[in-house]
């Protein structure tokens, strides 16, 4: 059995798209390896744009092994 724990990464500003780039991978890389150092587990992540174009988020979904 799983516990599982899901969180929102929100990226860098964008100005001229809503892609993400390479601050926000190397922050991600940063969330993923520090939540694995505590014992999670990636399970999924998605990159959401916003409507306005201007910001975005990572939703990142880990899971651990009940104690």
Do not use: C, P, Q
């Amino acid at each position: 059995m799983y516990t599982y724990k899901t969180e929102i990464l929100t990226v860098s500003t964008k100005w001229f798209s809503d892609k993400a780039n390479a601050e926000d991978i190397l922050m991600l890389d940063k969330m993923i390896n520090e939540r694995a150092s505590d014992g999670w587990e990636l399970v999924t992540y998605d990159y959401m744009a916003t409507s306005t174009r201007i910001k975005g988020a990572f939703v990142i979904t880990f899971r651990k092994e009940k104690a």
